[in-house]
């Protein structure tokens, strides 16, 4: 099923689009994967017995992670058309609905999020980092230059993020339809004297590595996995250009000059002489080419690194958005920097919040090297998480027969559990840093999920029936012209702030409207189905929004774009009040001390709703209203 108008474009415009989207993220990892295995933190001989186990690990793993679980089965699992962790944990819940094992799903969907922070901070990082790292095989005499130009070239990618992403796109096909390329022809120069590497794709090699090894080839596999880092991305970017576009570049273009590279590298370290590989497998990327070629392959390679970390940056704007939507995070300033693609926005305090952590990374640990340490646990503990929903989909939602799909998954659970298990290893060495972002975000998270809830529930057992009110009210209070519309997160009850408007200001408008905004699991909510309306009598009406968590709700668009209520909404005669909630500490069940105050400091930062639902702020009044939770 091709969605949002993906059919309008030919296939090769949009399997271009994900060649420059999609596969940024792992199509750079040629830069440091293969070199890691050897130089990392759990360095291997470099032998032929080595190189062609390594390299064989890297094309199973390519093989069994990337295409058959992701491109072939995962992505097959879409909520209308998106992906990612949210996504399918909306999907799994819109489906399934409330059962008694559906919590720790939810809560293995939250951390899948909350580990993809900890990612989108160190990809930037160790991509731009490998990438100008190149320079001190041009010359060493740029080694002290590193690190600032590296500073210098993250600091500037953050600070165009405002101005959007929608022109800089259009080049990111062809940049890394070039880059790709190069990948292909540096591979293939370096094969051809060296033909015999190829026997690599045999996995008894990889079989031997470990017969030979043992637990140091169960190590080197937290090396091996930076080689398909990014494959989640694959899935996550999928509503931006459909399921068929991804498998066709992954199958036929990205895969193939991944993979070849990498043979490249393999070959050119096995035809070199002892004293020589030890240097050369300190940066076999960029020895790859000629001393003439590689000043622009290390250009190129930086290009490729900026556009890989744009595509994580702009992921981790998208996972915000749908967290905020679905209701487990606080309402965020969001800027739309497209005027035709939804998808195009930025996010002012996620950007910010990013980059002091890129540069502190790249501070921190002052290597591409020593960041590989850190990476791989996030990314590892997400496609391991994957696997779980996964598992709910194949047994709850498509019903596959029991013996395939157990074979299947596990198949995926060893694999996933081998890469997480040998990623664990390093965490002293900075495997720490993603967890550690993992835990904040997911307690942040589900702090605002569970605070958010307790305040609607005791809002709701404090809230007076709507037809005694309307009763009781409409005849007795003094009633003005105009329209009065009270926004209430609960289609239940009397919103507080039209108690607190009677009892202070003593009158009522002609036209009350009571508005619910609802998020649905889906990403979209066709208009048609938006508004929904019911007459109370006596003037009062309850009204409901219905939005996908992909879309941003727009009040006063959606109340003139329909003839409900009556009579039209004009917005020069319509009111809209808002409830500014205090929390007061309470003894009642619910969260922890230590929560409650977390949870009111997020709502306390949180975005006002009169920006959220973009309510003219001219016609806007705030009454405050105290709930314990």
């Not at 399997?15 to 050897?38: N, Q």
């Not at 490998?130 to 320079?135: C, H």
């Not at 529930?457 to 209070?477: D, L, W």
Request: one cysteine or more; aromatic letters at 10%; hydrophobic letters at 55%.
């Amino acid at each position: 099923m091709e969605v949002h108008g993906h059919g309008k474009d030919g296939l090769a415009k949009l399997a271009l689009s994900a060649v420059g989207v999609v596969f940024g993220d792992i199509g750079t990892s040629p830069l440091y994967a293969f070199r890691e295995t050897f130089v990392g933190h759990h360095p291997l001989a470099v032998d032929n017995l080595h190189v062609l186990g390594v390299l064989s690990l890297i094309f199973w793993s390519m093989m069994l992670v990337v295409t058959i679980k992701y491109v072939t089965i995962i992505t097959r699992a879409d909520n209308k058309g998106e992906g990612g962790s949210l996504a399918l944990l909306a999907l799994i819940s819109s489906k399934l609905g409330e059962k008694r094992w559906s919590m720790p799903i939810v809560l293995l969907g939250v951390f899948a999020t909350a580990l993809f922070y900890g990612d989108s901070m160190i990809t930037p990082a160790i991509s731009v980092l490998s990438a100008v790292e190149g320079l001190r095989v041009v010359s060493p005499a740029f080694g002290d230059l590193v690190i600032p130009i590296a500073v210098t070239i993250l600091v500037c990618l953050f600070l165009i993020q405002r101005r959007g992403t929608a022109k800089v796109g259009m080049l990111f096909g062809p940049i890394m339809a070039v880059y790709f390329v190069t990948l292909t022809v540096l591979g293939v120069i370096n094969i051809l004297p060296r033909p015999d590497v190829l026997v690599a794709l045999n996995p008894w090699y990889a079989v031997q590595f470990f017969i030979t090894d043992g637990f140091t080839a169960f190590l080197s596999l937290g090396a091996v996995v930076l080689a398909v880092t990014g494959a989640e991305a694959l899935y996550a970017d999928m509503g931006h250009f459909g399921r068929r576009p991804i498998r066709v570049s992954w199958v036929y273009f990205v895969l193939p000059a991944l993979m070849i590279n990498y043979l490249g590298q393999g070959a050119m370290i096995m035809s070199l002489p002892p004293l020589e590989k030890m240097e050369v497998i300190q940066n076999p990327f960029f020895y790859l080419a000629s001393d003439a070629f590689r000043l622009p392959l290390v250009i190129l390679a930086t290009m490729a690194t900026v556009i890989a970390s744009q595509a994580v940056i702009s992921g981790a704007f998208s996972v915000t958005q749908q967290a905020i939507q679905l209701g487990f995070m606080p309402r965020l300033r969001i800027t739309h920097t497209s005027a035709s693609a939804a998808g195009q926005i930025y996010i002012p305090v996620i950007n910010w919040a990013l980059m002091v952590m890129v540069i502190l990374l790249v501070l921190m640990f002052g290597s591409s090297s020593n960041l590989a340490a850190a990476y791989g646990i996030a990314v590892t503990g997400a496609m391991f998480i994957d696997t779980c929903l996964l598992a709910v989909v194949l047994f709850g939602l498509w019903r596959w027969n029991k013996l395939l799909a157990g074979a299947l998954l596990t198949v995926f659970f060893i694999v996933d559990f081998s890469y997480f298990g040998a990623n664990l290893t390093k965490v002293p060495e900075g495997g720490w840093f993603p967890l550690l972002v993992g835990f904040v975000a997911f307690t942040m998270l589900t702090t605002w999920a569970k605070g958010r809830k307790l305040m609607i529930e005791r809002m709701r057992e404090a809230a007076m029936p709507t037809e005694v009110f309307v009763k009781s009210a409409a005849n007795s209070a003094t009633r003005v012209p105009g329209t009065a519309v009270f926004m209430t997160s609960t289609a239940e009850g009397v919103p507080h702030a039209l108690l607190h408007n009677l009892k202070h200001n003593k009158v009522l408008h002609e036209r009350v409207v009571l508005l619910t905004v609802n998020i649905e699991d889906v990403p979209f909510v066709p208009a048609q189905a938006r508004a929904q309306s019911e007459d109370l009598g006596s003037g009062f009406y309850r009204v409901i929004l219905r939005y996908g968590f992909m879309q941003d709700p727009d009040v006063p668009a959606a109340l003139t774009g329909y003839d409900i209520c009556g009579a039209k909404f004009k917005m020069m005669d319509t009111s809209f009040f808002l409830a500014r909630q205090t929390l007061l500490p309470s003894s009642r069940p619910g969260m922890a001390v230590w929560r409650e105050k977390l949870f009111a400091w997020m709502l306390r930062n949180a975005e006002s709703a009169m920006e959220f639902f973009k309510l003219p702020t001219n016609r806007v009044v705030e009454l405050g209203s105290q709930v314990e939770i």
